[in-house]
């Protein structure tokens, strides 16, 4: 991280943000949490050697906008947050599914092909207790909850099949950053939908933001390919 003061400035930030998660400091994630994205974009753009992504632009807007509106007020705005959420997640499906086109398929060794069905049959039995959770517990927002799951499921599918097709630093940031988006969505669910435990609370923001870095890397590395 030599001469990268934006991408110190993001870890210091995150490092922060979970501090007051853990702590419950309100006051700390007003101060740290506004740093997180734009400390992150600012890092894309000094290592950005071509013209901006208008994706990753995007994206990392829609996920700045909605920790704000969760910071200022989660509940009353909770559909908002969540309509931005799936709209970003929506821009990065189109990213992966525009290396899915390109990569297709070739000859799959049986240990990959292994790895893919596994990881295809987690997302599935991932993606029904989700929704059985949410059926259970909060149905106000049913079919919102029912397109976001089959969205990350297919984010899931997709990034690991990219992965399984063409091992590499790119397809690896490209599986953390989809696997960090279900993992932290689907702790959000538990949470507050059913379990008010502490530790998912962590764990939904950590994956959160440290996302926030691979998705970042994911975007960098792509204009490489």
């Given at each position: 991280m030599n001469n990268k003061p934006a991408l110190i400035l993001y870890f210091i930030a995150c490092a922060i943000f979970m501090l007051a998660v853990v702590m419950g400091s309100a006051e700390l994630m007003l101060i740290s949490k506004p740093i997180i994205a734009p400390s992150v974009f600012f890092y894309y753009m000094q290592e950005k050697k071509q013209r901006l992504n208008w994706i990753y632009v995007s994206?990392?807007?829609?996920?700045?906008?909605?920790?704000?509106?969760?910071?200022?007020?989660?509940?009353?705005?909770?559909?908002?947050?969540?309509?931005?959420?799936?709209?970003?997640y929506l821009l990065f499906f189109k990213g992966?599914?525009?290396?899915?086109?390109?990569?297709?398929?070739h000859f799959v060794k049986k240990t990959h092909l292994l790895v893919l069905l596994i990881s295809v049959f987690l997302l599935v039995f991932l993606l029904l207790s989700m929704l059985d959770i949410v059926v259970e517990f909060n149905s106000d927002y049913l079919w919102l909850f029912v397109i976001y799951g089959l969205l990350l499921a297919l984010i899931g599918f997709v990034s690991a099949w990219n992965y399984n097709m063409f091992p590499s630093r790119y397809t690896t940031f490209m599986l953390l950053t989809g696997l960090s988006f279900i993992i932290s969505d689907v702790f959000y669910?538990?949470?507050?939908?059913?379990?008010?435990?502490?530790?998912?609370d962590y764990f939904n923001n950590f994956t959160q933001v440290l996302s926030y870095y691979f998705l970042t890397r994911y975007f960098l590395l792509k204009k490489n390919r």
């Open positions: 994206i990392i807007s829609l996920f700045f906008i909605s920790d704000m509106i969760v910071l200022i007020d989660q509940e009353n705005f909770f559909l908002i947050v969540l309509s931005l959420f799936l709209l970003g992966i599914l525009d290396d899915f086109i390109r990569i297709r398929f669910v538990l949470k507050k939908d059913s379990l008010e435990i502490e530790v998912f």
